[in-house]
């Protein structure tokens, strides 16, 4: 079977691998897949298909399904044939598949090494959760592949592939004269722009967020290792769009890519100065800048052109941010499928760690890892040494507790260390979420490095606020802790039910979140005593409670929201049970409002 072909050539139909702004968006139906060589049951189904403006491409992606019966004894499928050539690969999963590798045959006939199609689950957002999407494979220009599997998949598996123009194959060259021409007018080392790579074309998603860069974690592409100078711009290229397309993330996930010749390339956007979380190393991302080489490093070692490269980025990325580059530190986990450690956990790590130090994964490859020693090593001989941050950042007092929906005024102060002003800074605001911390705002410093920002408070939370200069340490405010006081409406629909009967609460809630409504009646003493409860899960702001006065006398039923100095209650609603052939004069309906 090994030896067999199949043709994939047909009517396609593409998963949406091309540029966010691309120029029509059209509906394909699905590629006829023949089955020859003993492939049978190959899905197909319609897909949305984004088309992008590429010359001499009719659709920049593609994707074709294979069901389990694709995989023959021997863990291999047929030679398959793509109807046009692609340049990058990925699959997807409806559940992982163990030991998935690819290789292709170049027009020339040869085969490329056989190389895994790693699962990718540890390369992602932080919150991510996501498909089975393996990391994507560089093939460069070539139309026949084969997978093997020597444990054939359980379920059907999507391929993804990604074709780019020979204009994008070509832009290597210019990439590099861009690169030395930055380095002029920067303390970086020469890194390739992402205007020069094509990141022009990969529009982020969203703004990008800042944390903080406390370590750097060392990853590898998982694709092969025979490509040239003028290549990596395009494979550069074509990890971004899979990663932002095929994926779903914001942008590319690595802060930084490094080829086998020492060329270093910009990725996710928002500035090679800044603390930019990327999609790297699930868990690890707000505290971390991740770099990737490009290629496969498990059995063959990285070249002394990229440990150099790599040990001149972080030499001045890893101070720029006012941390060492040697020794250990500390950092809390914000958890993940992929992580090593739970949500919480503070780790220890190296200044410089490999990805498999904090996730579940070979990444970045065990000849690579052998070599970090000598990358911590040659970083420390040639990175400066780190002073104490110079910029500090306040944030005045905050009141304690505000009524829901009511504004939330902040401000603080950035001023370096001799007291002048930071004006015109970005100054990001943060909400502490339950595993990271959640962007809220951005304002700006003015003239006296005063910042200032109103927020609509409608939910209890830990604020503070972080801002990442240019030449200095990412410096944080101290936090402040503030209370949602909740809005809480309550009326009963009368003031007398006979006893054994319910008497119906209607009320709203803001923010939306269980009420309970306690029970208490009236003894013969006049004190009231607990009896009982009842709690409702509102899915809007309004609520209803159904109550049930099991014996006659008085009752008073209160409504209770929130917890802690958040905590509010309605004031009690007085309704009395009476015996069965007692009058049941109407009245009007009892009414409290609490936190109004």
């Not at 995989?71 to 692609?86: E, H, I, M, N, Q």
């Not at 052998?370 to 110079?390: F, N, S, Y």
């Not at 910029?391 to 009511?406: F, K, R």
């Not at 006081?485 to 979140?513: C, E, Q």
Request: proline share 7%.
């Amino acid at each position: 079977m090994a030896g067999s072909r199949a043709s994939l050539a047909g009517r396609g139909d593409g998963v949406s691998l091309g540029a966010v702004n691309a120029p029509r968006l059209t509906r394909r139906r699905a590629l006829a897949l023949g089955a020859a060589a003993g492939l049978s049951s190959i899905l197909s189904r319609a897909l949305p298909d984004a088309v992008a403006a590429v010359p001499g491409r009719q659709r920049r992606s593609f994707a074709f399904d294979l069901a389990p019966g694709a995989f023959g004894p021997d863990g291999r499928t047929a030679v398959l044939s793509a109807p046009r050539p692609f340049d990058l690969l990925g699959a997807r999963t409806a559940a992982a598949v163990a030991h998935l590798e690819v290789r292709v045959r170049s027009r020339a006939g040869r085969w490329s090494p056989w190389v895994p199609l790693d699962g990718g689950g540890a390369h992602r957002p932080d919150a991510h959760a996501g498909e089975h999407a393996t990391d994507p494979v560089w093939a460069g220009d070539v139309r026949e592949l084969q997978l093997r599997a020597p444990d054939r998949p359980a379920a059907a598996l999507r391929l993804l592939l990604l074709s780019l123009s020979a204009a994008e194959r070509r832009r290597g060259a210019r990439a590099s004269q861009v690169a030395r021409a930055a380095q002029a007018v920067t303390d970086a080392p020469p890194i390739i722009p992402r205007a020069a790579w094509g990141g022009d074309q990969v529009v982020p998603r969203a703004a990008p967020e800042v944390g903080d860069v406390q370590m750097a974690f060392v990853h590898h592409t998982v694709s092969a290792n025979t490509y040239t100078p003028a290549d990596s711009a395009g494979i550069v290229l074509g990890i971004a769009l899979y990663h932002r397309d095929t994926n779903g993330w914001n942008d590319i996930g690595y802060n930084f890519l490094v080829d086998r010749y020492g060329q270093i390339f910009e990725g996710r956007a928002g500035g090679i100065d800044q603390a930019i979380v990327g999609a790297q190393a699930q868990g690890w991302n707000s505290h971390s800048t991740g770099i990737a080489n490009l290629g496969t490093f498990e059995a063959e070692a990285e070249t002394p052109e990229a440990m150099e490269a790599m040990a001149r980025l972080i030499a001045w990325k890893l101070p720029l941010h006012g941390a060492p580059v040697a020794g250990p530190v500390v950092v809390v986990s914000a958890g993940g499928t992929e992580n090593r450690y739970a949500d919480g956990v503070p780790v220890t790590f190296q200044r410089i760690s490999g990805h498999r130090d904090g996730c579940r994964t070979a990444c970045p490859g065990t000849a690579l890892y052998g070599q970090l020693d000598a990358l911590r090593a040659r970083t420390a001989a040639i990175a400066p040494v780190v002073v104490a941050p110079v910029v500090g950042l306040t944030l005045d007092p905050t009141p304690a507790s505000l009524l829901y929906d009511q504004p939330l005024i902040l401000r603080g102060t950035l001023r370096r260390g001799d007291g002048t002003p930071v004006a015109g800074q970005p100054v990001f605001l943060q909400k502490q979420g339950p595993s990271r911390w959640i962007p809220v705002g951005t304002v700006a410093t003015d003239a006296e490095g005063v910042w200032t920002a109103t927020l609509p408070w409608r939910r209890s939370g830990v604020m503070r606020a972080q801002a990442s200069v240019a030449g200095t340490a990412t410096v944080v405010s101290p936090e402040a802790v503030v209370a949602c006081v909740p809005i809480l409406r309550a009326t009963a629909r009368t003031t007398r039910v006979r006893a054994g009967r319910a008497v119906r609460l209607d009320g709203t809630v803001r923010p939306i979140a269980p009420v309970t409504v306690t029970i208490d009646k009236q003894g013969s003493d006049g004190r009231y005593r607990r009896v009982g409860s009842v709690t409702v899960k509102p899915r809007a702001a309004t609520f209803r409670a159904s109550v049930t006065l099991r014996r006659p006398g008085l009752y008073r039923l209160t409504a209770r929201t929130g917890g802690g100095y958040a905590q509010v209650s309605a004031a009690g609603l007085y309704v009395r049970a009476v015996r069965p052939g007692a009058s049941l004069t109407p009245a009007s309906p009892g009414a409290a409002v609490a936190g109004a």
